[in-house]
């Protein structure tokens, strides 16, 4: 059984410009002359936690962590304008050039998992490896099982409180409704409904271990931003076309891939692990019968940081 290494603090941070109104925050821990790897941050708004340091041997490795545009400590934070999957893909490409790496690792989950695969699938030649985990493929399908008719069979009651966050008559298109609202000027319905929506995302990710208590009553301007984002990346499709991901796997036939899959994931069901691993016969495919969404619980992170591990030696090998 692998853990978590000790924390570590980086060594240079920076904000990287874009040529918009955004800078996102860059920063580099580990080993300067290591094996350098990217993490990619679900969400989209969720950004980087220190934690997320801790996968990657620090002697081995140059661990990089960004926070994706408007989230983290990027500024302007919650800002949509010059968002979409396209920006983030330039910005993975500026960090490497700045950074002078000719092929770096891909770490990423959920929906930087979906960021690793249309990042490689651009610029396959960068690419040392790609470690997939919570397997996001971003189709409408995907969207569906999320918020239409999937998951809220599972939790009727949390998925109620959500829909009635929006008057009757808009509720058959829900999500145009939900980002309406949180788009709005009545700030009474925008910050109820940021409340449940991330009331209904703790639930749907963390099962049973979700506290509702723990959303408290008071909504926060960051809670409301972090709503709109989300919600600004699903309503437009996260700006990719229809199965673009699973149609363009042929690109990376040639990088070794690990995916990694917990059976108990509702957020993205295990379907969409078992396509993109028939989309990428020749990844190592890892399917954790116990575990659920999040990078936590002790399968998981045994499984993540063998991973890295494994890489590592092959590298070093």
């Known amino acids: 059984m692998k853990y978590l290494y000790p924390e570590i603090e ?14 996102v925050y860059v920063e580099e821990s580990g080993n300067a002359q290591g094996i350098p790897v990217i993490f990619l941050h679900g969400g989209p708004c969720s950004g980087t936690k220190p934690d997320h340091r801790r996968f990657f041997n620090p002697q081995q ?6 926070d994706q545009r408007g989230c983290g400590l990027s500024k302007p934070f919650g800002e949509i304008e010059s968002n979409t999957t396209k920006d983030l893909c330039a910005d993975m490409e500026r960090i490497r050039q700045q950074l002078k790496i000719k092929q770096w690792l891909l770490f990423g989950g959920s929906w930087g998992a979906s960021l690793v695969l249309l990042y490689a699938q651009q610029n396959p030649e960068r690419i040392a490896g790609m470690i997939i985990r919570g397997v ?14 999937g998951v809220r069979r ?6 109620q409180r959500l829909e009635e966050t929006v008057p009757a008559p808009h509720r058959n298109n829900l999500l145009r409704a939900l ?41 926060t ?4 931003k972090q709503a709109l984002m989300e919600l600004h990346y699903a ?12 149609e ?28 993109l691993h028939q989309a990428l016969p020749h990844a190592d495919y890892i399917v954790l019968p116990e575990a659920g969404h999040v990078a936590q619980g002790l399968d998981m992170i045994d499984a993540l940081v063998s991973a890295t591990d494994q890489f590592a030696s092959r590298w070093t090998g």
């Open 235 to 246: 309503k437009h499709h996260y700006f990719i076309e229809e199965n673009q991901i699973l």
């Open 61 to 66: 490795y140059r661990i990089i962590l960004f």
């Open 10 to 23: 980086p060594y240079h941070t920076f904000f990287l410009k874009t040529g918009s109104q955004h800078e």
């Open 248 to 275: 363009n796997c042929a690109l990376l036939s040639e990088i070794p891939a690990v995916v990694i899959h917990g059976r108990k994931d509702l957020v993205c069901p295990m379907e969409s692990a078992m396509k």
């Open 179 to 219: 980002y309406e609202a949180v788009l709005g000027e009545d700030e009474i319905t925008k910050r109820r409904v940021a409340k449940e929506w991330a009331a209904w995302g703790g639930q749907v990710a963390l099962g049973s271990d979700f506290q509702p208590c723990s959303q408290g009553n008071h909504v």
């Open 154 to 159: 599972i939790y009727p009651e949390q998925w």
């Open 221 to 224: 301007e960051k809670m409301v």
């Open 136 to 149: 996001f493929l971003a189709r409408q399908q995907d969207l569906d099982w999320f918020l239409l008719d």
